[in-house]
């Protein structure tokens, strides 16, 4: 789509969006799916651009341009070159360049807040498209990491705390709203204490599944510490993620849990809510007011869902 905007403001004019490879900043890729050329004028012109950290315009003299910066000559008649980096978040994901055959003086100073606005929106969505590649592998390697929970076979702790440290920065980087709902089993310490601890970790691994069972697909669910859970809710706000918070109570309460010798018991859950960015700015914030949550519907009787 950018790619077609850029053809139609600037006429007679060759785009190519250039990406940088995640395998090596030095392997790019262009538009048109082919390998940027080692040697080439892209690859000198992209290596320049990325060197000084801004928009280059050359309007003559391309030859002199190039003997001057020490780049390879364009093997086409090119009048003139205006070239972007895409940056986001203090990195540069790949270039943007638009070759003029025709005209010479065929880019204006003016013509540079129009091909930077779009290159920076460009580097937005390869961010984001890159955190969810890699959102996905760590996902992916869980099975061969110490990333799950022995008991419960979820996430743990510390793949939690990398996956709430992506999302968080999505969401704010990407102005969206995330809401973390974080879980525990009503009177759980009593019944460990009554029954024995072999029915207080089946109480745990019987609580995983249901949750696990009772979200979407995006969401996000792991043993947080001790019999807590958290479920992180990507781009909710606060009234989906009551709603889904309450989907996962009710399962819960009407999912019986076997004990072994006593028979089948009913079990239920508390659970807080909070909402970036309405609830809390940080994510430290975040995780406080979740927990603040969470301790007033226990306070308020359990087996019910309280959102700040």
Same mark, same amino acid.
């Given at each position: 789509?950018?790619?077609?905007?850029?053809?139609?403001?600037?006429?007679?004019?060759?785009?190519?969006?250039?990406?940088?490879?995640?395998?090596?900043?030095?392997?790019?890729?262009?538009?048109?799916?082919?390998?940027?050329?080692?040697?080439?004028?892209?690859?000198?012109?992209?290596?320049?651009?990325?060197?000084?950290?801004?928009?280059?315009?050359?309007?003559?003299?391309?030859?002199?341009?190039?003997?001057?910066?020490?780049?390879?000559?364009?093997?086409?008649?090119?009048? &003139?070159?205006? &070239?972007?980096?895409?940056?986001?978040?203090?990195?540069?994901?790949?270039?943007?360049?638009?070759?003029?055959?025709?005209?010479?003086?065929?880019?204006?100073?003016?013509?540079?807040?129009?091909?930077?606005?779009?290159?920076?929106?460009?580097?937005?969505?390869?961010?984001?498209?890159?955190? &969810?590649?890699?959102?996905?592998?760590?996902?992916?390697?869980?099975?061969?990491?110490?990333?799950?929970?022995?008991?419960?076979?979820?996430?743990?702790?510390?793949?939690?705390?990398?996956?709430?440290?992506?999302?968080?920065?999505?969401?704010?980087?990407?102005?969206?709203?995330?809401?973390?709902?974080?879980?525990?089993?009503?009177?759980?310490?009593?019944?460990?204490?009554?029954?024995?601890?072999?029915? &207080?970790?089946?109480?745990?691994?019987?609580?995983?599944?249901?949750?696990?069972?009772?979200?979407?697909?995006?969401?996000?669910?792991?043993?947080?510490? /001790?019999?807590?859970?958290?479920?992180?809710?990507?781009?909710?706000?606060?009234?989906?993620?009551?709603?889904?918070?309450?989907?996962?109570?009710?399962?819960?309460?009407?999912?019986?849990?076997?004990?072994? /010798?006593?028979?089948?018991?009913?079990?239920?859950?508390?659970? /807080?809510?909070?909402?970036?960015?309405?609830?809390?700015?940080?994510?430290?914030?975040?995780?406080?007011?979740?927990?603040?949550?969470?301790?007033?519907?226990?306070?308020?009787?359990?087996?019910?869902?309280?959102?700040?």
């Amino acid at each position: 789509g950018v790619e077609k905007e850029l053809r139609r403001h600037f006429k007679n004019t060759k785009v190519f969006i250039i990406v940088h490879n995640l395998d090596s900043e030095r392997t790019m890729r262009s538009s048109t799916g082919k390998a940027v050329k080692a040697g080439s004028f892209l690859e000198d012109f992209c290596a320049l651009m990325i060197k000084k950290r801004k928009t280059i315009i050359v309007n003559r003299d391309l030859t002199g341009f190039c003997r001057k910066h020490h780049l390879s000559p364009p093997l086409r008649n090119v009048r &003139g070159v205006l &070239g972007a980096t895409m940056r986001y978040d203090g990195k540069i994901y790949g270039t943007v360049i638009l070759e003029n055959v025709t005209l010479s003086k065929a880019f204006k100073k003016d013509d540079e807040s129009v091909i930077d606005v779009l290159a920076q929106r460009l580097a937005a969505e390869v961010a984001h498209e890159r955190l &969810g590649q890699e959102n996905q592998r760590l996902k992916q390697e869980i099975e061969h990491t110490c990333l799950t929970d022995a008991l419960t076979n979820i996430p743990n702790r510390r793949f939690c705390d990398l996956v709430l440290d992506m999302e968080f920065r999505k969401a704010k980087g990407y102005t969206r709203q995330l809401s973390l709902a974080m879980i525990t089993p009503d009177n759980y310490r009593n019944i460990k204490a009554k029954h024995g601890k072999a029915v &207080g970790d089946a109480l745990l691994v019987h609580v995983a599944s249901t949750l696990k069972k009772n979200v979407r697909d995006t969401d996000f669910v792991a043993r947080y510490r /001790g019999e807590d859970f958290l479920i992180l809710l990507p781009e909710a706000v606060n009234e989906a993620a009551v709603n889904a918070a309450e989907r996962v109570r009710n399962a819960v309460e009407h999912t019986p849990f076997a004990v072994k /010798g006593s028979g089948r018991k009913k079990v239920t859950i508390s659970i /807080g809510i909070a909402t970036y960015p309405s609830s809390a700015e940080t994510l430290a914030a975040l995780l406080e007011q979740t927990e603040k949550a969470l301790r007033r519907a226990k306070q308020a009787g359990q087996n019910q869902v309280v959102a700040l």
